[in-house]
């Protein structure tokens, strides 16, 4: 009887591993389980650009890998027995497992303010960033868009939102006095400066305390603020999966790991991605690293070797400033315009080829 890996999300995560354990070899003794809610693997990275209308639908699909060791479970995961070793998926018996992987991602997170739920669009899934085309392009001639969150994927929509729709008013709102935390202050303003000379507003030192219907209620604001559509981009956190897990957690609602990436209190469970606690922000780039190393750990357990600590080792961060330009940070040296842009769609063209 073959010993059941069980993979939650085929992301970029999860997929790591089984593409990195298929060319490895898997052992004769290992079966693989596949459990994901969409038969294809999502780009996230790019679900900006589905959203402003730039990019289709099928453009951001990804075939999940094709091989008698994997089987596909397609159906929303809701619970998991750590008791049992099963995993609840709708419309499916449960499904046991011997070696179990989470790597189902994040959702948004909004800090309490209140009504953002409820009145705004976000771009953390497949299914909300079609939501949020809908929405966007549907949009009367010269509305109102407010982006909110000033990170990666805020900009990223911003800009492309803008070269999609010249004729909106869009503003993108940040709580903090700049753009882009954690990028290199260079960086900050030229994309500050790329945004203000392509009309997009900046709201800067901005905190938003609570959301109507079409209404942006601002701390310590008499004046509210109107919008056709609010987009939010201000925070993540791990999948309610994740949440309702009685298991060790960071401050961001992170499964806490031992060195191998197991849940502290259960070796047969290994986290990647962005439900995983790292001393990392959360990247495609670091689940992806990440998820090739737990691959390599499962082999060496497989194999009944030692087991290996690997670095992570970062290559730089690329943002996309619309189809033509952008900036980033590649090793330590800050890059900006055409060439940034150039790689990121490479980047982007080999996760679909390879
Ligand atoms: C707009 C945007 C731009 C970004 N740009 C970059 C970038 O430039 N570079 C970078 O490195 N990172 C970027 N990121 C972050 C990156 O996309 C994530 O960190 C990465 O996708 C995390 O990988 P993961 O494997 O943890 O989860 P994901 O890739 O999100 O995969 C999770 C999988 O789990 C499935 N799933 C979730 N819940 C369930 C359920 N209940 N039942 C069944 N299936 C489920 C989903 O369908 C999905 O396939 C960006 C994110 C966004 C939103």
């Not at 298991?247 to 991605?273: C, M, S, T, W």
């Not at 730089?316 to 790689?343: D, E, N, Q, W, Y």
Request: glycine share 12%.
């Amino acid at each position: 009887m073959k010993k059941n890996l069980v993979v939650l999300g085929g992301g970029y995560g999860g997929l790591a591993i089984i593409e990195e354990l298929l060319q490895k070899g898997l052992p004769k003794h290992i079966a693989i389980t596949l459990i994901d809610r969409q038969p294809f693997q999502g780009l996230k990275t790019e679900y900006y650009a589905l959203a402003a209308g730039t990019s289709s639908d099928c453009e951001l699909r990804v075939a999940f890998p094709k091989s008698p060791d994997v089987r596909l479970v397609l159906g929303e995961i809701h619970s998991l027995d750590q008791q049992k070793k099963l995993v609840h998926v709708d419309g499916h018996d449960p499904i046991s497992y011997d070696f179990l992987v989470i790597g189902l991602g994040s959702i948004d997170h909004y800090h309490g303010v209140l009504g953002a739920d409820q009145f705004s669009y976000g771009i953390q899934t497949f299914q909300a960033a079609r939501k949020a085309y809908t929405a966007l392009n549907n949009v009367e001639p010269y509305g109102t868009v407010t982006i909110v969150g000033g990170g990666l994927s805020g900009v990223e929509m911003a800009s492309e939102l803008r070269e999609s729709r010249p004729d909106l008013n869009i503003s993108l709102m940040n709580r903090g006095p700049r753009l882009l935390g954690g990028f290199p202050e260079g960086i900050q303003t030229y994309v500050a400066e790329w945004l203000n000379e392509h009309q997009v507003q900046l709201l800067l030192n901005t905190q938003l305390e609570r959301i109507e219907q079409q209404t942006l209620h601002i701390l310590g604001s008499p004046k509210p603020l109107h919008t056709d559509i609010t987009l939010w981009t201000a925070g993540i956190q791990p999948v309610p999966l994740v949440q309702q897990l009685q298991a060790e957690k960071d401050a961001g609602g992170r499964l806490k790991l031992n060195k191998h990436y197991q849940l502290l209190n259960d070796p047969a469970i290994f986290v990647v991605g962005d439900c995983a606690a790292l001393p990392y922000s959360p990247s495609a780039q670091v689940a992806g690293i990440q998820g090739e190393h737990i691959a390599h750990i499962l082999l060496a357990i497989w194999r009944e070797k030692s087991i290996p600590v690997e670095p992570i080792k970062l290559r730089g961060t690329l943002g996309a400033l619309g189809k033509h330009c952008g900036f980033g940070v590649m090793g330590s040296v800050a890059v900006k315009g055409r060439v940034p842009r150039l790689i990121k769609s490479g980047i982007l063209w080999r996760s679909k080829h390879f």
